[in-house]
C-alpha cells in the first residue's frame, strides 16, 4: 500500500530554520515527482515546491524562493523541504504529494498526500 509520511515539523522562532522530511512506503519514490504543500486553517492547500523524480528539476512558489530549498535521497526513499529565515506566515500543516503526472503546484493534480506535519512559526 502506498504511504507517505512526513515528519521534521515543530515549533520554530521566526527566522529559524526546519527541515522537513517525507518518506515513502509500498512504491519506490525514485518513480515519482513529487510536491510540497502547504495549508493554513481557513486557507486552501497551495504549493510549496516540487521536485522531478530524478531531482534535475526544482519548482518553487514564489512565497519560498530564496528561502526553501527542496532535495531528494532516492536511496532513502525520502524527499525533504529544508526550510530557513522561517516567517509567521509560513506557520501550516505542511503535505507532501505525488502527482498523477508530472511536477505541478496545483493540489488538482496530486493523488496521493501525506498526513500532513505541522510547523508553526512564532515568537
Known amino acids: 500500500q502506498l504511504q507517505l509520511v512526513e515528519s521534521g515539523g515543530g515549533l520554530v522562532q521566526p527566522g529559524g530554520s526546519l527541515r522537513l522530511s517525507c518518506a515513502a512506503s509500498?512504491?519506490?519514490?525514485?518513480?515519482?515527482?513529487i510536491g510540497w504543500f502547504r495549508q493554513a486553517p481557513g486557507a486552501e492547500r497551495e504549493g510549496v515546491s516540487c521536485i522531478s523524480s530524478s531531482g534535475g528539476r526544482r519548482y518553487y512558489a514564489d512565497s519560498g524562493k530564496g528561502r526553501f530549498t527542496i532535495s531528494r535521497d532516492n536511496a532513502k526513499n525520502t524527499v525533504y523541504l529544508q526550510m530557513n529565515n522561517l516567517k509567521p506566515e509560513d506557520t501550516a500543516v505542511y503535505y507532501c504529494?505525488?502527482?498523477?503526472?508530472?511536477?505541478?503546484?496545483?493540489?488538482?493534480?496530486?493523488?496521493?498526500w501525506g498526513q500532513g506535519t505541522q510547523v508553526t512559526v512564532s515568537s
Open positions: 509500498g512504491f519506490t519514490l525514485g518513480y515519482s515527482d
Open positions: 504529494g505525488a502527482p498523477y503526472s508530472t511536477c505541478s503546484l496545483s493540489s488538482h493534480d496530486y493523488g496521493y
